[in-house]
């Protein structure tokens, strides 16, 4: 647990988290979730939990991003609110 | 030697912020998209040295070749969307 | 949209190169899971994400051709049957639900190597299932549906 990284990675994933939550466009919103699935991992090697990084990884990036693209081509592409 | 690496560390973190300012910012999707695949390669180097400094190599090594062997699956299913639409 | 074939030699020609080391990897990811980072569900997603990468590049017929819907559910519920089979061998012969050891009675083999193999043939159900489970869920959310059956109406109907 080294804390300049600590401060450093847990920065970028509030700036993400913040810029997924405020964009009206869906597939611009998909994208920010796909880095911010990045420094999650990032986060979590950090803490020295490598199994989880690894689940992350292999999850965040290969299936979850297609699974949204598909539910976004099915419904709408501009958020209602 | 891990001073060293927790400085190249501190430093890739302030170049990943600023490839963050193009995903966020970025007019279109497409910026995202690229600027995205970029912060994916430093984040690479970025897992290598917290295996250095952690004093165990070989366990983030297969973290790592995952995101080489599987970065690009992102950047394809969303240009899919973009096939039959044109850039609306 | 997904199921457009990508028509682009590019990507088409990469993903011929990349799917075969993309499996190997998977393999080595479910064979290491006590040692390294991974194991059985990490193992699995991985060769999910091979399958995925066949479905954008070339379409779903290409990749329905491979492995289509039905096989899909037989290898999910293959791998669960590994999984507990193995955990009701060890308790019909004499020991506890997942009991390794009392698999060296039918082996023939040392303790400690009965215990290992048990949980290489667990690491291998899990990793089956997971495969399969997440194919057919990609297929469902982002493939078209099979042609629904049309139920065949008598010719002589007439409406008056």
Redesign the interface.
């Known amino acids: 647990m ?1 804390w ?2 600590d401060f ?2 847990l920065i ?1 994933v509030l ?2 988290a913040l ?1 997924a939550i405020n964009i009206k ?1 869906l ?2 919103a ?3 979730l ?2 911010f699935s ?2 999650m ?2 986060l979590w ?2 803490m ?1 939990a ?2 989880v ?3 992350e ?3 965040a ?3 979850c ?3 949204f ?5 099915k419904t709408t592409r501009r958020s209602k609110d | 030697m891990n001073t060293f690496f ?1 400085y190249v ?2 430093f890739l ?1 302030f170049l ?2 600023a490839c ?1 300012y193009r ?2 910012m ?1 007019p279109t ?1 497409i910026d ?2 690229i600027a ?1 695949s970029a ?2 390669t430093k ?1 690479l180097i ?2 290598i040295l ?1 295996g250095f ?2 004093g165990r190599v070989e ?2 090594v ?2 790592c070749t ?2 080489a062997l ?2 690009f ?2 950047t394809l ?2 240009t ?2 973009f096939e039959g639409r044109g850039k609306c | ?2 199921t457009t074939v990508y028509e682009n030699l590019i990507v088409q020609t990469v993903c011929r190169i990349m799917v075969p080391f993309i499996q190997i990897y998977a393999l080595y990811v479910i064979a290491h899971g006590h040692y390294s ?3 059985g ?2 193992g699995g ?2 060769l ?2 091979s399958l ?1 990468l066949i479905f ?1 590049a070339f379409g779903q017929g290409a990749v329905t051709r491979r492995i289509n819907r039905r096989l899909a559910v037989i290898l999910a519920s293959a791998g669960v049957f590994i999984y507990a089979g193995i955990g009701l061998l060890c308790l019909l012969l004499g020991g506890n639900f997942l009991d390794y050891a009392q698999l060296a009675k039918i082996l023939g083999v040392t303790i400690p190597r009965a215990r290992s193999l048990g949980i290489l043939g667990v690491e291998v159900g899990v990793g089956l299932a997971v495969m399969a489970a ?1 194919y057919s ?2 297929l469902d ?2 493939g078209s549906p099979a042609k629904p059956e049309t139920k065949s109406r008598p010719i002589s109907e007439n409406k008056p």
């Open positions: 080294i300049q990284l450093l990675f970028l700036i993400c810029a466009d597939l611009s998909v994208i920010i796909g880095a990045f420094f991992c990032l090697a950090e020295g490598v199994d990084a690894f689940t990884a292999a999850v990036t290969s299936v991003t297609i699974l693209v598909g539910a976004i081509i | 927790l560390n501190i973190g990943i912020l963050l995903v966020v970025g999707t995202r998209m995205v912060i994916g984040t970025l897992l917290i400094i952690f366990m983030f297969d973290i995952v995101y599987l970065n699956l992102g299913a969303t899919k969307f | 949209m997904l980072p991974g194991g569900f990490q997603v991985i999910t994400a995925a954008l997440m869920i990609i959310i982002a």
